[in-house]
């Protein structure tokens, strides 16, 4: 009894680890991309737009800079989404590991290819987009519980 017990318990949070990691690393690029997206939306940049772009307006600017906040977070927001709902179902096959790896690998070249390099966000955006294409292209090693491999061998 106590084995299927813990059979079920190891079941149900098989893939806790992984879903912790990935939402931990898609929240932070989110939260980075928010902080950016507010450090643009400030009167000294607009003003400083204006003299890039003197035919400007101030929603040229702001749909602007909306629209690179939304760039930011859709890859984050979608895999979250994409693997809470879908993770217990279909685990993380070959597939899924190789299409978003290659999403976020992408996404990642984007961002370095904005350079800007007078910006530390960018860099730890930089490291944020590396650390999540890590764990997608490895989340199948992240999947055993802690401490279940001693309790498989013991056999309890």
């Keep these: 009894m106590k084995r299927i017990a813990n059979q079920q318990k190891t079941k149900r949070y098989r893939h806790r680890r992984q879903l912790t990691a990935l939402l931990s690393v898609s929240a932070a690029l989110i939260v980075l991309a928010t902080l950016e997206a507010l450090i643009l939306a400030n009167p000294e940049a607009y003003q400083f737009w204006l003299t890039l772009y003197p035919a400007g307006t101030a929603a040229d600017y702001s749909s602007i800079v909306l629209s690179i906040f939304l760039v930011d977070i859709v ?24 299409i978003w790896g290659a999403i976020i690998f992408l996404a990642g070249i984007r961002r370095l290819l904005m350079f800007q390099t007078k910006s530390i966000l960018w ?19 992240l999947e055993t519980v802690p401490g279940d491999y001693e309790e498989t061998v013991s056999g309890n």
């Design 75 to 98: 890859v984050p927001v979608t895999i979250s989404l994409y693997t809470f709902f879908t993770i217990r179902k279909y685990s993380t096959p070959l597939l899924y590991r190789l």
């Design 123 to 141: 860099f730890l955006a930089l490291a944020l987009w590396g650390a999540l294409f890590l764990i997608v292209i490895n989340i199948h090693r």
